[in-house]
């Protein structure tokens, strides 16, 4: 079988290197731009902030700043950085580049940050203008990386002139002639303060979109000459589950996501709640596990489990087909009669245009309302996204921090993220509530009320909990794909 152009990008035989097989390329190398799933698995290895994450509890451990005080609760820190700290071109990582890594987001959730020098040398102060709860937490993901100063200034994020802060660094990709603009090469960086923990000398990120394709290359664990390759298969052929749910390579990764259809407020009859309730409970979630996905799990809620501190089962969402024809006959549509028919978007995924037409057939066996599928790729479906252009769309809502507000509060009346157009006033003033309360039971309640709130007016409608289909070659060891959905690379080991 000729090879395709991924499978000549062979590293020379003594490097021991990782291939990181995935659906798309990253959108941009700017740790505060990395917002979606593929992009923060490269940046998070490129770039380190002034805490990490633990790699599996994502409990914020030191970074680039070795020690830290708390000096007011929730809203003042000093951090005090490492003395060996260097970017990946071998210059120091002062003050100024953290001040100006920091300052640049000029606030965050509401929060104006104040970035200062510290009283000692190789300090930073950190002050918020109001205390946030978990600020710790946020510090730790890639928005809060610490870039060069004058590297960004001066080249952007352009990835042939990127200059790290984290344990790999970018490396040119070219073999053989072929030089491809969607493969990311990353490499160790030998300035990495904790370079001797790094058990991996490169990482090639390889993206295909086509699931079974990203299998069968998996699968090839040798070139022709004979050389061993050692792969990380994330997001594989669900579709296959069955055929492979056996293979001791098949690790489900639970991940802090939840599956939802989101409705566009600005569209008629979606602006009215009767109707988006009328949806929801005319949904058979149990058809998309037990037919499409097994490997992932009914909401029963917004927020997905396991977050910390947080109620488990919370029984907010529920399935009354009796229940979504009264609705929807109350908001003047009995049995579908003159609803306009929708459109419910996705990305260019086989599994999920399965999923959804089991929803678009209980939407028509329940309701008598018609919803036809548009499959668009990557690309485009960001763009429809960001510009609102939809009027039903399948979503994944991911968190990178074990906070239950990761889910809440992008629903917020003025968040940038807030694309149905959703508002309430109660819910947005639990938002700030929350953000502020230190008590960790009264949070919770206001965290519980608030979501009660998005359910009782399907804001957005949940589905199911999100599980990864990752396969990890056994010649693979410390891999694991985290609950934020990312893989570390720092401490991955390959055997032969």
Same mark, same amino acid.
């Given at each position: ?21 995935? &659906? ?17 698995? @490269?940046?998070?290895?490129? +770039? ?17 700043? #070795? ?20 970017? =990946?071109? *071998? ?32 300090? @930073?102060?950190?002050?918020?203008? &109001? ?24 080249? *952007? ?16 990709? =070219?073999?053989?002639? !072929? ?8 490499? %160790? ?12 000398? &490169?990482?090639?990120?390889i993206p295909i979109m086509d699931a079974d394709e990203r299998l069968r290359v998996f699968k090839t664990r040798y070139s022709p000459e004979g050389r ?32 939802v259809m989101t409705p566009n407020f600005s569209v008629k009859p979606l602006d009215d709640v009767r109707v988006r309730k009328a949806i929801s409970l005319?949904?058979? %979630? %149990?058809?998309? !596990? ?5 490997? !992932? ?41 003159? +609803? ?20 678009? %057939? #209980?939407?028509?066996? @329940? ?35 074990? #906070? ?22 109660? +819910? #947005? ?5 929350t953000l502020e309360e230190r008590d960790p039971e009264t949070r919770t309640q206001h965290y519980l009320r608030a979501e009660q709130i998005l359910i ?15 396969? !990890? ?22 055997? =032969?």
């Amino acid at each position: 079988m000729e090879l395709q152009w991924w499978e000549e990008l062979i590293p020379d035989r003594e490097l021991k290197t990782l291939h990181f097989l995935t &659906q798309v390329p990253p959108l941009t190398f700017n740790p505060a731009e990395s917002f979606d799933l593929v992009t923060r698995n @490269v940046v998070s290895n490129l +770039f380190e902030g002034l805490v990490t994450q633990d790699p599996q509890t994502l409990q914020p451990q030191p970074g680039i700043a #070795d020690e830290w005080q708390e000096l007011v609760p929730g809203q003042v820190y000093l951090f005090h950085l490492r003395i060996n700290t260097r970017f =990946s071109n *071998g210059d120091p990582v002062m003050t100024d580049d953290v001040i100006y890594s920091i300052g640049r987001l000029g606030e965050f959730q509401g929060s104006e940050l104040q970035v200062t020098e510290g009283p000692e040398p190789r300090t @930073v102060r950190i002050e918020l203008s &109001q205390p946030l709860h978990g600020f710790l937490d946020h510090l730790a993901t890639p928005p809060f990386a610490i870039v060069s100063q004058k590297a960004a200034e001066r080249h *952007g994020y352009a990835p042939e002139h990127l200059v790290s802060s984290g344990p790999f660094r970018m490396k040119e990709v =070219s073999k053989k002639g !072929i030089k491809h603009p969607s493969i990311v090469v990353l490499e %160790r960086n030998p300035y990495y303060w904790d370079c001797s923990s790094v058990g991996i000398d &490169q990482a090639v990120y390889i993206p295909i979109m086509d699931a079974d394709e990203r299998l069968r290359v998996f699968k090839t664990r040798y070139s022709p000459e004979g050389r061993r390759f050692h792969y990380f298969l994330n997001h594989g052929p669900v579709m296959r589950y069955q055929e492979l749910k056996e293979d001791p390579e098949l690790q489900p990764a639970p991940v802090y996501g939840t599956i939802v259809m989101t409705p566009n407020f600005s569209v008629k009859p979606l602006d009215d709640v009767r109707v988006r309730k009328a949806i929801s409970l005319a949904i058979t %979630r %149990r058809n998309i !596990i037990d037919y499409v996905v097994p490997h !992932i799990h009914v909401a029963d809620a917004l927020v997905p489990h396991h977050m910390r501190g947080y109620p488990e089962c919370r029984g907010l969402v529920r399935e009354d087909e009796a229940e979504a024809r009264r609705l929807l006959a109350e908001a003047g549509y009995p049995d579908g009669r003159g +609803f306009p028919e929708l459109t419910l978007t996705i990305f260019d995924h086989d599994y999920q245009e399965v999923m959804v037409n089991f929803l678009i %057939r #209980d939407l028509k066996r @329940v309701l008598g309302i018609t919803v036809a599928c548009k499959r668009l790729k990557w690309g485009d479906y960001v763009r429809h996204l960001e510009w609102r252009n939809y009027e039903l769309l399948y979503e994944t809502w991911h968190a990178d921090v074990p #906070d239950p507000g990761a889910f809440l509060i992008p629903l917020a009346t003025d968040h940038p993220f807030n694309t149905p157009g959703y508002s309430n006033a109660e +819910f #947005d003033e639990l938002m700030l509530r929350t953000l502020e309360e230190r008590d960790p039971e009264t949070r919770t309640q206001h965290y519980l009320r608030a979501e009660q709130i998005l359910i009782e007016e399907m804001a957005t409608i949940p589905l199911c909990y999100d599980s990864h289909f990752v396969m !990890i070659d056994e010649g693979v060891k410390g891999a694991r794909l985290n609950k934020a959905a990312v893989l570390p690379l720092k401490h991955i080991e390959l055997q =032969s």
